[in-house]
C-alpha cells in the first residue's frame, strides 16, 4: 500500500500603484465685456452639462476651481495663470530605435511641458507572479548646435495596467526655434511578461506672461484630469454684455419712471432695442465709428423699448416680456445682417431718415398722413395683391430651451382654417435670441396672421406732401375706386360745423360716420358726422385747425378707409414726385398674435392632457457587430417631462416587437428578414395615448434599380440609381465600369472593373464623346440584386470643353503663375529676397536712363510645417520707363499634410509705353488633397510651328486668334461639330475613275 502528496497556490498579483495627479487648466474667452456675470454663481458653470454645484450650492463635481473677470478695461488678471499655454497632441509609442522629433517655433515660448507615461506597466514571471517594473526616457533639446540632454524620465518602479502620465518641464533654450526629441533608453519589450509600451502623449509651449485680458469676459477653469476621459466640454449660463440705457429704466422690474431726459446709465438687459441701440452706437465692435455724429434714433427705440417690456400671455397661465433678446453673437458677420436680426426680434426694420438711422416697428399706431385721390399723381392707386402659394398654412419655429439642456427645439404653429382651403404650406424660421416657448409661439402667429391679413400692397406718387412720411409710418388710404364709393378727397371750403368737399358724398340717412382731417398739431383728428347733404357735410362740433385745400376721409359703419405701413420713399429727380411703396396694416393683429397663445387649454377635467403628436418618424440602418439593427427617429411639436413613447413593430398585421421609450429614438434588432410596419406613439404618465404614426420598414435583399440616369459632364460621367419598389434598410448600390458592352451578365465581375459601393458613382479620367457602360446592382447586409446596365457619353461640346478646362487650369498653382504678371522691380525683389534670407547674386551696368542687369535669386525655407525652394533668374533691359526682360522661375513646395507642388516657369515680356505683354510657358506637377494634376501652359498671341529640312523655314501649324491652321492632316478618329469644307471632299482610297468617292 503506497500513499502520494503534493500542493501548489496561485499567482501573486500586485494592486496598480502608480499614481499621478493631472490638472487641466483652462482659460475660456466668453465674449466681448463688460458682462454682468454667472447667473446662480457657480451653479451657472458646467462641465459636460452638469453644474459646477446644484442650486443649493452643494458640489456636483469635486475637483473644480473657477475664477472668471468680467470683461472690464482695467480688469486684474486671473490669479494662479501666470502664463499661458498651448497644448499640442503627439500621441505617438516610442521605440528605443525610433526617437520622436518635433519642432517647436513659437518664439516667445518660455519652457515646454512633455506628457509622458506608459500603456502599460508589469512584470510577469512564467508563473503569472505579477511585480513591479520601470522604464526610462531621454528628453533632448537642439537649437542649432547640436542634440543637448535636457532630463532623464524614470517611470516606475510600479505597475499600472492602463495608461499612466506624468508631466516633466524643461526650460526653452534661448535661441528659437528649437527641436525636442523624446527617446526610450530602456530596451523594448520582445515578450508578453514584460508591457512596458512608452508613450508621448503631447507637449505644453508655456509663455510666462500675467493676462489681463481687458475689455474680455474670460473664465479660468481648474479640472482634475482623472474625472474625465477626455477634455471635458465647458458651457456656461451668464447675464452677459453690460449696455447703455435709459437712466429712467429698471432693467429687473423693466419699469420706466418719469420723463426721460435722454440720458443713459451702464446696466445688464435683454431688451432687444437696448442690445440695438448698443451695437449701433459702441465704437469698440460695433458700427459707432462709422455712424460719427449721425447717430442712432434714441427716441424711437425708446418707444420700442417700452412695447418689448410690456407683459403678454407665456401661454402657461403667466406672463413674460413681449420681446427678449438672448443671443451669443459668435461669429463676423455684416452688419446689417446682424442689425437686421436683432431688429426681427422687436418685429422691427432699420432705416435711414436722411439724418440717423432710425427703427420701425410692426404694432399698431395712428396714422400720420392721408392720402386720396386728390392728392397722389393722376390720382392713382396700384394695388396687388400676394399670390396664395406666398401664404403660408404653418411655420415651424426653431427656438432655444433653457429647460432642455439650452438645445434647440421646434415649435409648429398652424392655422386650421387656412390649412383647409389652401393646404399644408410650411415655413421654416429660425427665432433669432428666442429662449421662451411663448415668444417662438407669437413670431410663429405673427408670420401667418401678416400673411393673412395683410394681403395688398400699394404704389402711388405724391408731390411735396411726399416729405410728411418716413418708412415706417402708418398711413391713410382713401381710394374711392376701390372703395366703389366717395372717401376721401380736398376741403373747398368750412364754416362753423358745416365743412363744403370737392364733390358729393354718399351717406344714407341715419347712418353714423367719421370725418378724418389732419388737425395743426400734426396730428388726425376725428369729429362725428352729424348730416350729408351732397358735398356739404355738417359736423356734431366745430373741427378745429381745419385747412382749406387740405385733404380728409370719411369712415362709416358699412365702409371704412384701410391703413398701410410706408415701406419705402423714392424721389424721382426728373419730376420732383415721391414714389411711395405701402404695405397693407391691420392693427387687430397685435391682439390675435400676442394674446392667442394657451399652451394649457382649457380642459373640463383635469384628467384631460394634451398629448402631443409623433412627427418626421424614420427609420435608419446600423450595423452592431453580427447583428442587424434598426433605429427608428421622430419628433413632436412639444415635450412633456412626464411623456414616454410606445414603441410597435407590425408584421402581418400582427406585434412582432414591442418597446416604450423616453427619447426621440428607438433601437430594435433580431428581426429577420421581411416588410414590417413600424408604429411610435405618445403616452403621458395617465395612461393616455396620442395618435400613432407608422413607417414602412423593409429587411431583406434589395430589388434591382428601376433605373440607372447617366449624367453626362466634362470628362466624366456620374451614375445615379433609382429603386421604384419599397428601399430595403441601409440600401446601397455596387457600381462595376467598362469600355466595351458586355452582352453576357454572367461576365461582368470577369470583365468589368469593379468602382465601389455608394448611393452615386462619378467616374472621371473619361474621354469626350466616348461610350461607356455602367453595371450597377442593389446591395445591403442581406444579399444582392442582379445587375442593370445603363451607357453613357462625356460631353463632346468643344465649346464648352475648352471653356471648363482653362478654369480648371487656371485655378492650379500652374495656371495661376502663367496669369502672373513679370516683376520688373528687381529693388523689391532684392528687398523681399532680404526678408526671407535668400542668396541673391546680381549684375548690373547704369548709363542715364539706360540699365541692363542680371538678376539671380535663390531662396530655401523650412518650417514645422513646410519645406519651399525656389531659383529664379531674370534678365533685363530698360531704357527710360520702356523694359524688356526674360525671366526663368523654378520652384517646389511640400507640407506636412500631404499638398505640394513643383513649377517651372519661362516668359519673356515688355514694358511699352506703360503696358505689359509677355510670352510664357509652365510646367507644372501639383497634389492637393490626394489629388494629383500634372499641366503644361502657354501664353502667346501667335504660335508657330516650322519645318527647316527644305533649308528654309517653312510654317506648317500656326494658332492665331484663338484659331489653328495646319498644312496638312491625318486623322484617325475625328469629332466635328461644324464642317466648313471649300474645295472638295474625297475618300482615302479615291483614284479617278478606279476606286473611292469624290
Known sequence: MGKGGGGGSTPTLVDDNLKNKQYLRIVDLIGEGQIEGPVGGLHGFRVNGTPVVDKNGNPNINGVTVQWRAGTQSQEPLSDYPFVESEIPVSVEVKKDTPILRMVSNKDVDRVRFTLGVSQLVQTDSQGNQSNSSVQLAIDMNDGGGWVHAKTVQIGPGKISGQYLESHTI??????????????????????????????????????????????????????????????????????????????????????????????????????????????????????????????????????????????????????????CNAYIATQRKARDVLDDLASVFRGMQVWNGLQLTTFQDRPSDPVWTFTNANVVEGKFNVSSSAKKARHT??????????????????????????????INVKKVVAFGCTSRGQAHRVGRWIIETEKLETDSITFSTGREGINCIPGDIVEIADNSFAAARVGGRILSFSGKEVRLDAPVEFAKGESGYFSYMGSEGKFVRVDIDTVNGDVVTLKEVPAGLRQWGVFSISKKSLVTRLFRVMSIAEDNKTGNYNYTCIQHEPQKEAIVDHGVDFQGNPATQNVIRVPNIERLSIAYILDSSQVQARAMWATTTINRNITFDVIVYRDHKVALRGNTKDLEYYFNGLDAGVYMVGVRARDDNGMLGNESKVQMVIGAPAAPSVVNIEPGFFELKAIPHISAPKTLDTQFEFWFSENRISNINEIEAKADF??????????????????????????????????????????????????????????????????????????????????????????????????????????????????????????????????????????????????????????????????????????????????????????????????????MEPFMTAKNGQLFTREEFIEDGSITNAKIGNYIQSRNYITGRAGWK
Not at 451607357?791 to 470643353?801: H, L, V
Not at 542715364?848 to 542680371?854: T, Y
Open 171 to 324: 526650460d526653452a533654450p534661448k535661441k528659437k526655434p528649437f527641436q525636442i526629441r523624446v527617446s526610450r533608453l530602456t530596451d523594448d519589450s520582445k515578450t508578453d511578461q514584460l508591457r512596458n509600451g512608452t508613450v508621448w502623449a503631447s507637449y505644453t509651449e508655456i509663455t510666462d506672461t500675467l493676462m489681463s485680458y481687458p475689455n474680455s469676459a474670460v473664465v479660468g477653469m481648474r479640472i482634475d484630469r482623472s474625472l474625465f476621459a477626455d477634455t471635458p466640454k465647458r458651457t456656461y449660463h451668464i447675464k452677459g454684455m453690460i449696455v447703455q440705457v435709459p437712466d429712467n429704466y429698471d432693467p429687473e422690474s423693466r419699469h420706466y419712471s418719469g420723463v426721460w431726459t435722454g440720458r443713459f446709465k451702464p446696466a445688464y438687459t435683454n431688451n432687444p432695442a437696448w442690445i440695438f441701440y448698443d451695437l449701433v452706437t459702441n465704437t469698440r465692435y460695433g458700427i459707432g465709428k462709422l455712424m460719427g455724429a449721425f447717430g442712432c434714433d434714441k427716441f424711437a427705440l425708446y418707444a420700442i423699448a417700452q412695447y418689448c417690456d410690456q407683459p403678454v400671455p407665456d401661454g402657461f397661465g403667466g406672463t413674460e416680456p413681449r420681446f427678449t
Open 394 to 423: 404653418a411655420i415651424e419655429i426653431t427656438w432655444v430651451n433653457p429647460e432642455n439642456g439650452w438645445k434647440d427645439e421646434r415649435e409648429l404653429i398652424q392655422d386650421d382654417e387656412l390649412v383647409a382651403r389652401l393646404g
Open 755 to 952: 468602382l465601389g459601393i455608394a448611393k452615386f458613382w462619378i467616374k472621371g479620367q473619361l474621354k469626350a464623346g466616348t461610350p461607356y457602360w455602367f453595371y450597377v446592382r442593389s446591395i445591403n447586409e442581406f444579399g444582392k440584386s442582379h445587375f442593370v446596365e445603363a451607357e453613357g457619353k462625356p460631353n463632346d461640346n468643344a465649346k464648352d470643353i475648352l471653356e471648363v478646362v482653362g478654369d480648371q487650369f487656371l485655378s492650379n498653382k500652374a495656371g495661376q503663375r502663367l496669369q502672373s504678371q513679370m516683376d520688373f522691380n528687381s529693388e523689391a525683389i532684392m528687398e523681399n529676397a532680404a526678408l526671407t534670407g535668400a542668396v541673391v547674386q546680381r549684375q548690373m551696368k547704369v548709363n542715364g536712363d539706360l540699365k541692363s542687369e542680371i538678376l539671380h535669386v535663390q531662396t530655401t525655407q523650412v518650417t514645422d510645417r513646410e519645406a519651399f525652394a525656389e531659383d529664379m533668374k531674370k534678365v533685363q533691359a530698360d531704357v527710360g520707363e520702356n523694359a524688356a526682360a526674360v525671366q526663368t522661375k523654378a520652384t517646389a513646395v511640400f507640407d506636412i499634410d500631404g499638398n505640394g507642388y513643383a513649377l517651372n516657369y519661362v516668359g519673356a515680356g515688355v514694358k511699352y509705353k506703360g503696358q505689359f505683354y509677355k510670352a510664357g510657358m509652365v510646367i507644372g506637377a501639383e497634389v492637393k488633397n490626394g489629388q494629383v494634376t500634372t499641366s503644361i501652359g502657354f501664353d502667346a498671341n501667335n504660335f508657330v510651328w516650322f519645318n527647316s529640312a527644305s533649308g528654309k
